[in-house]
């Protein structure tokens, strides 16, 4: 496992333990859980590892829940939605 991996795999780790990704856990900042779910999604796609995927969605929901209006979102959504097409197909869903 490369380094990238592994650093990612810990902070997958700490937002699952810590359940950073409940409303009202201040334990991680916006911009943190922006990061860590492009990081996330990204990671998920390349590796086939969808572990990553659903830690991602977790916060994704609560960027929703919490920032509806952020101008992030529409990022956030937009990898998100493709993430999953991507995982309908490798899985032949669709």
């Not at 900042?29 to 492009?38: D, K, M, R, Y």
């Not at 969605?57 to 939605?81: A, F, G, Q, S, T």
Request: hydrophobic share 35%; aromatic share 6%.
């Amino acid at each position: 496992m490369s380094q990238t991996a592994t650093e990612l795999e810990k902070s997958m780790r700490r937002v699952e333990i810590r359940k950073l990704w409940r409303r009202g856990n201040y334990d991680i900042s916006i911009p943190e859980i922006l990061s860590l779910s492009i990081k996330f999604m990204t990671h998920a796609m390349e590796s086939h590892d969808y572990r990553f995927l659903n830690t991602a969605l977790k916060l994704n929901d609560r960027l929703r829940e919490e920032y509806p209006k952020e101008n992030k979102l529409k990022e956030i959504e937009e990898l998100e939605h493709h993430c999953l097409e991507t995982l309908q197909k490798r899985l032949g869903i669709v």
